[in-house]
């Protein structure tokens, strides 16, 4: 993918969150919450700001423009955009780019990392063997999806998962027989739009273990 301005950006391997305000600020996460940027090549207006949130949906198959001023997009890489544009916002575009992980760390690496206990693996492989129903709730970059990833990876290699997602983000898994199902917008005449609840229907009738 192309970021323009943003290159620089997220090309750093320890940025996760890429922020831009209506007015060009750039505030990135590092894993240590949102910082404004310094010194790093500014969009020239608001119409700027606008053109390059337009110009990343348009990217990534994803439909920004008068009539749909909300996209929430993601690409085959895990590179996940949310831009809402004018005049939603005061001004351009308010833009979130959320990056997955470089790496896709396992149980033992994120108890490690002090995400969980250690005592706490044995119990979360036995979850996942039992096939048990498991809830992870939390805020916005609290790991929630890198945890997910992390579980689905203990699943044995004969198991088929089936993942149902609003907009991708598991990425790879690890495991062979995994059927990855995202959701899709309707079309410009509003059709073909396909539903988490249609998926969920669909995914039932695919052998998920």
Known sequence: ???????????????????????????????????????????????SVREFAVGLCA?????????????????????????????????????????????????DALAGRGMMPLSWLPLLRSLVRRRANILIIGGTGSGKTTLMRALLAECGGDERVVSVEEVRELGSIGVANHVPLATRNANVEGAGAVGLSDLVRASLRMRPD
Do not use: H
């Open 1 to 47: 993918m192309r970021f323009g301005p943003l290159d620089p950006i997220m090309s750093d391997p320890s940025v996760t969150d890429v922020a831009v305000t209506g007015d060009g600020t750039v505030w990135t996460d590092r894993g240590c919450g949102m910082v404004r940027e310094v010194g790093v090549p500014t969009f020239r207006s608001p119409r």
């Open 59 to 107: 990217q990534m198959g994803c439909r920004l423009d008068d009539a749909s001023p909300i996209a929430d997009a993601a690409s085959p890489e895990g590179v996940r955009v949310n831009a809402v544009i004018a005049p939603l916002v005061p001004d351009g575009a308010s833009l979130s780019i959320r990056v997955q992980p470089r790496d896709a760390p396992g149980l």
